[in-house]
C-alpha cells in the first residue's frame, strides 16, 4: 500500500547510492524493506525551510527553547514536517524542561523507527520517521510514567494537525499517507 501511494503521488526518489552514504546500514535495510517515501533532496530544499532540511536530513539539532512547539499547548496530532505521518498525540506531550517538545509515548509504535547513535562521544537513542527516514531527534528512557519514555523532538522536524482540523477532514489519520500535514507558523511549508 506505501508503494502504490508513493507511485501515485509521483514522488521524486533518492538513488540508491545516494540512500547507502547518507543512512546507517540498519536504516538503509529498515527503508528497503518498508518501502518507504523517498522525495529527492532538491525537492526537499523547495519544500522545507533551512532549518526543517539541516534537522531532518543532516541529523541536526535546533537550539533548546527556540522550536515552536517548545510550548505549544493546543491539543491535535503532531506529525512529520516531511511525510505528514502521525507520529505523537498532544495528550502524551509533556514539559521535561528540556528545551525541547517532549512526548511520553507514540501514536503507533512503528511510527517511530529507533537507531543506536554514538555521536559526540556518548550513546543515545535516535528516533526517525519509520514513513521517510527523517531525522526527529532523540528517545532516552528518564520520562513519565506509565512508558518512562521521553521522546524528545525537534520543532522544526514536526508539523502540527489541530484536533479541529483533524475532526473537520474525516479524522486524524488522513495525514498518515503523506497527503498533508498543517503548521502553527507561515515560517513552514505546508505539505
Request: glycine residues 8%.
Amino acid at each position: 500500500m506505501q508503494y502504490q501511494v508513493t507511485q501515485e503521488l509521483s514522488l521524486i526518489h533518492i538513488s540508491q547510492e545516494e540512500l547507502k552514504k547518507r543512512l546507517t546500514p540498519m536504516q538503509y535495510q529498515v527503508t528497503q524493506e518498508l518501502s518507504l517515501i523517498h522525495i529527492s533532496q532538491e525537492e526537499l530544499k523547495k519544500r522545507l525551510t533551512p532549518m526543517q532540511y539541516q534537522v531532518t536530513q543532516e541529523r541536526g539539532t535546533e537550539s533548546a527553547f527556540t522550536g515552536e512547539f517548545t510550548h505549544h499547548k493546543d491539543e491535535g496530532s503532531y506529525t512529520c514536517v516531511v511525510c505528514g505521518a502521525v507520529l505523537f498525540s498532544s495528550k502524551t506531550k509533556f514539559d521535561s524542561g528540556s528545551g525541547w517538545p517532549s512526548f511520553y509515548d507514540l501514536v503507533k509504535e512503528e511510527s517511530v523507527a529507533l537507531t543506536d547513535d554514538f555521536s559526540y562521544g556518548m550513546h543515545r537513542v535516535e528516533t526517525t520517521c519509520s514513513q521517510c527516514g527523517a531525522h526527529l531527534g532523540h528517545l532516552f528512557d528518564d520520562g513519565p510514567k506509565p512508558t518512562g519514555k521521553r521522546y524528545c523532538i525537534n520543532s522544526a522536524s514536526l508539523g502540527f494537525q489541530a484536533k479541529d482540523a483533524a475532526s473537520t477532514s474525516g479524522s486524524a489519520s488522513g495525514a498518515e499517507g503523506g497527503a498533508a500535514s498543517s503548521s502553527v507558523s507561515d515560517g513552514k511549508t505546508e505539505l
